[in-house]
């Protein structure tokens, strides 16, 4: 495999972005089911009937299909570059995470974050 191509790495962003989205919408799911997905005490049995049940709400269902979609980009982008060059990439979506948590979820970010996530935008910008 050559050079990755602009097309290629619009596809390596855009499953990043599918992944970091999907994160966001399953945390709203697991919100709208009230927190805790496993109650405490709860068999074997009644947790991964308590998931399986998790699973076909609306919110953890689309967070579900969001991650399909990404897993099929992800074959694409296999297909089209080198793994080695790819798999690093995933990394931004601990950055898109921390600012799509803080901004749509109000979630609080610590002060010392934002020096992880720029050392990691440098990483991935050194291997890219």
């Known amino acids: 495999m050559g050079k990755p191509t602009l097309v290629s790495i619009a596809l390596i962003l855009f499953n990043v972005m599918l992944a970091a ?11 709208q089911l009230g927190g805790a997905l496993v109650k405490p005490g709860a068999t074997i049995i009644g947790t991964v009937l308590g998931a399986v049940r998790a699973m076909f709400t609306p919110y953890i269902f689309a967070g579900l299909m969001i991650y399909a979609f990404s897993a099929v980009t992800w ?54």
């Open 21 to 31: 989205v999907g994160q966001i919408v399953l945390k709203v799911g697991t919100q």
């Open 75 to 128: 074959i694409i982008i296999l297909s089209r570059v080198n793994l080695s060059f790819a798999y690093p990439m995933i990394s931004l979506s601990y950055v898109i995470v921390v600012i799509l948590s803080a901004v749509l979820l109000r979630e609080r970010v610590p002060l010392i974050t934002i020096p992880g996530l720029i050392l990691i935008c440098i990483g991935v910008s050194l291997i890219g």
